[in-house]
């Protein structure tokens, strides 16, 4: 290709030579005119609607325009001979080294490709990689959509490969009788060459025009238009991703809502094949698997059920694509629960000490005016010093659950926020797009993220740059099953089977190195590949727990972070929280406190039992047993019940929806009573033992 390329843009280069100073394009304003000296043979004319303008560029007798992210060819005619789709607004064209290039411009980078003339068009010789981004992937239908009704045959000859205003002629034509005209410009719209998210938007309206089997066609060139552009089954997509290439999920829905069952099997066949870890993918299933229920369609359904579960395969802990959400929600329950039994723990020491602790302070100046006067005599004399050395113990190990559960709490949102990165949910990595989002990732170094890069750079066609990154995240699997692509690209096929042997052999569940040696498995990504990129070894693409290590590490890792840097704690950013900042940074110090308390000696003085403390043992199950093992466990248990059964925030903890459950909610009751029950027993038995002891001390000769 790019050396046919290259032949062609030397006879445009002789071309031009050959042209010079005869007819040549002008651009006034937004009208592209042709002109041969003082005689104008032909003029385009481009709303505003359609972006800024770049060129003309003439090179052997056709002009080359940019207008907003796409490329125009026009012969000397004016008719329009080819178009090039291109991620971001065209900035400039050139044909200085004697091939066309054309610059783009994203958001903080360019990208550069060259453009071949060929007998069918214009060819991009480098990868394109479409961001997410409406203004781009939208703009063949936006340039349909400006043409007025009556402009309708005029636009379809002047820009026959804009295939939104053959179908606007093709309904023209239909209501107007002439059914065999509109079947005709149809088929016509279904031969241009398009972009795969195009394809998706052309196909929602042939479905809404009564054109159902054009449609099937259009989403069969998307998926393989899709596929040949590097998009892969095993790359999330976001919601935000999805609407920008067509909105399938949205039309989806609306044919839903219109019960039109059998267009939908068509549109959850495209999701399914090319998109099925879509955001909000899960929701659909269950309820198009509710659908099929209602049509006396079961076995479909459970199909359906099998396949969403199926993909939680390499999600967090396999909980799903709301894995996240619901440790994030499992946290913010140990963290309530936890500071619960801090809380009761601390206020029942605090009601057993109080008199003994006014005593022992009074001669340093008071309870509270030695911490002025005598602050390091007076911090022998805090409430846990009252305490003993297994009541400490257990207040530590408290505190230090605490601290794992708001550490995970803050890992939950960082990972949470990162998996959101739009570079990592749009179907496919590389481009200069993608490569400037995962730049401003902050990888963190280790295989998982050498794997992403490399992976980036192998889909770029940068095989070199990739071996370098996979070397490093070797021993990792899939590294291995990529290094084995790589050989195989190259002809070293014997090499490849035993990189590919060697990745299966470390992961026994790795689907891309079964597939490259024969064995067939049945993943959503290795049915893809068989369909649609036949003949094509499998690369092996990074699973949620992967990009979860890459972007944010493990919790260790975020622990030690806020330990080494407690000033970012305090810094907002995405995904991080300064009052739950405030709250890691408390609880460490707090731990640190009763870490140094354990030295304290505990003043020779018993604290009593004052009445406050009995009662507080009584409405706090747990808090009189803090010397034994069991106490500790009883007062976690009821702190967990009460936090369990909380409405906070007004709707409770709705990452966990199995808490809402009647069932579950009475087991909790029954389980908050039962601690009660043992905790009074536990009372009672602790004032019986006490009553004996004191009836034991007053004996006579005693």
């Keep these: 290709m790019r050396h046919a390329g290259g032949r062609w843009s030397g006879l445009l280069t002789l071309l031009a030579l050959w042209n010079w100073g005869h007819a040549a394009p002008v651009l006034e ?10 005689r104008l043979v032909w003029e385009r004319r481009f709303p505003p609607a359609l972006g800024e303008l770049s060129g003309p560029l003439e090179v052997g007798g056709l002009t080359f325009v940019g207008i907003g992210p796409v490329v125009y060819t026009f012969s000397g005619s004016g008719r329009v001979l080819g178009r090039a789709d291109l991620p ?5 064209l050139d044909a200085s080294g004697g091939v066309v290039r054309v610059t783009t411009q994203g958001d903080g980078y360019t990208e550069n490709f060259t453009l071949s003339s060929m007998p069918g068009g214009l ?14 992937t939208g703009w063949l239908r936006r340039a349909a959509d400006a043409v007025a009704p009556g402009d309708l045959r005029q636009a379809a000859a002047a820009d026959p490969g804009n295939p939104f205003v053959l179908l606007r002629l093709a309904q023209r034509l239909e209501k107007g009788g002439d059914q065999y005209a509109a079947l005709s410009t149809v088929r016509r719209a279904l031969g241009t060459p398009l972009p795969f998210f195009a394809w998706v938007q052309l196909a929602a309206r042939l479905d809404a025009a009564g054109f159902p089997a054009a449609a099937d066609l259009a989403l069969d060139r998307a998926r393989r238009d899709a596929a040949a552009r590097g998009l892969d089954p095993d790359v999330p997509v976001s919601r935000e991703a999805l609407f920008a290439y067509g909105n399938p999920s949205g039309y989806l829905g609306t044919l839903l809502d219109q019960n039109r069952l059998a267009r939908a099997e068509a549109w959850m066949a495209y999701l399914r094949d090319l998109h099925p870890r879509f955001e909000g993918g899960p929701a659909l299933y269950a309820r198009y698997a509710r659908i099929l229920d209602t049509q006396g369609r079961a076995g479909e359904a459970e199909e359906w059920r099998q396949f969403a579960r199926s993909l939680r395969a390499g999600t967090l802990y396999n909980l799903g694509e709301d894995g996240l959400t619901r440790v994030r929600g499992a946290a913010r329950l140990a963290t309530l629960a936890l500071v619960l039994t801090l809380a009761a723990a601390l206020l029942t020491l605090g009601a057993r000490a109080w008199r003994i602790q006014g005593e022992t302070t009074r001669p340093l100046g008071g309870r509270w005016r030695s911490w002025l006067h005598r602050p390091l005599a007076r911090a022998r004399h805090v409430t846990v010093a009252y305490a003993s050395f297994s009541e400490r113990l257990l207040l530590l190990l408290l505190v230090a659950g605490l601290l794992t559960a708001v550490g995970g709490w803050q890992w939950a949102n960082l990972a949470g926020a990162a998996l959101r990165a739009p570079a990592l949910n749009s179907g496919t990595y590389g481009g200069g797009w993608g490569n400037a989002g995962l730049g401003d990732l902050d990888l963190r170094p280790g295989p998982d993220s050498a794997l992403l890069s490399g992976l980036a750079a192998q889909l770029d066609g940068e095989d070199a740059l990739a071996r370098q ?9 899939c590294a291995l099953n990529n290094l084995g692509v790589i050989a195989q690209a190259r002809g070293d096929d014997a090499q490849a089977r035993e990189q590919e042997r060697a990745a299966l052999s470390t992961r026994p569940d790795l689907s891309a190195a079964a597939y490259n040696l024969g064995l067939n498995p049945g993943t959503p990504g290795t049915i893809f590949q068989r369909n649609y990129r036949s003949g094509q070894p499998r690369l092996c693409y990074p699973d949620q727990r992967s990009l979860t290590r890459a972007v944010t590490g493990d919790l260790s890792d975020t622990l030690a972070e806020a330990l080494r840097s407690p000033a970012r704690l305090l810094t907002p950013a995405p995904g991080r929280s300064v009052r739950l900042g405030i709250l890691l940074l408390g609880t460490a110090l707090l731990g640190l406190g009763l870490a140094l308390s354990l030295l304290l000696p505990r003043p020779a003085a018993r604290p009593a039992r004052p009445p406050l403390y009995r009662v507080l043992t009584v409405l706090l199950p747990g808090t009189g047993l803090m010397h034994s093992p069991w106490g500790g466990m009883l007062l976690l248990v009821w702190a967990a019940a009460v936090a369990a059964l909380a409405p906070i925030g007004g709707g409770g903890f709705t990452a966990l929806p199995s808490l809402a459950g009647v069932t579950v909610r009475t087991v909790l009751a029954a389980l908050l009573a039962f601690t009660y029950l043992i905790g009074a027993l ?20 005693r």
Excluded: I
């Design 29 to 38: 304003g937004r009208t592209l005119r042709y002109e041969d000296g003082a």
């Design 88 to 92: 971001g607004p065209v900035t400039s």
């Design 123 to 136: 060819e991009v010789q480098e990868r394109v990689v479409f961001p997410p981004d409406p203004a781009v």
């Design 469 to 477: 990154l996979y070397t490093g995240a070797l021993p990792d699997a």
């Design 682 to 701: 536990a009372f009672l038995t602790a004032e019986v033992r006490g009553a004996r002891l004191r009836r034991h001390e007053v004996r006579p000769g």
